[in-house]
């Protein structure tokens, strides 16, 4: 009688702890959803990413017909969280898409226009030189206006 206890414990103990991690993994809100329709097996990270390019669009999901949640701009720095497992074609473009989250908005971008780093100072300088030749170009257009 005894070892059924422990062993009806262990049972109890080990649910609960899936049932935790199930809590802890899936999110349902609007910026973080994907539809099953189109949703890609992906790979959790711990990487960062610096925009190549001004104006690239923060999205719903991971489609480029997505809703657009808002605009990122050259040297912006974001936090990657997953990564599709599937490369995409997208015009002469082939690349990954990624979730990002940007200052605690969450949302997909296609690779193509990241650079990827794993040490937060090099993604820090790549970050203020591609702001900075934001500037020198920003003040290049001004002057010939």
């Excluded at 226009?113 to 203020?128: F, K, P, V």
């Amino acid at each position: 009688m005894k070892s059924t206890n422990n062993n009806i414990r262990v049972v109890i103990i080990s649910c609960s702890i899936f049932f935790q991690n199930i809590q802890n993994t899936v999110t349902l809100d609007k910026n973080t959803f994907t539809p099953a329709s189109s949703y890609v097996s992906t790979t959790k990270t711990n990487l960062l990413g610096i925009v190549t390019v001004n104006r690239l669009r923060l999205r719903s999901s991971n489609d480029v017909y997505a809703k657009t949640i808002r605009y990122l701009d050259q040297g912006d720095m974001l936090n990657i969280i997953l990564k599709d497992e599937k490369r995409i074609r997208i015009n002469n473009m082939e690349d990954y898409w990624y979730q990002v989250d940007f200052n605690g908005t969450k949302g997909w971008i296609f690779g193509y226009y990241l650079e990827i780093y794993t040490d937060y100072l090099q993604a820090q300088e790549a970050s203020n030189r591609y702001k900075g030749s934001r500037k020198n170009s920003n003040k290049e257009e001004n002057n010939e206006l």
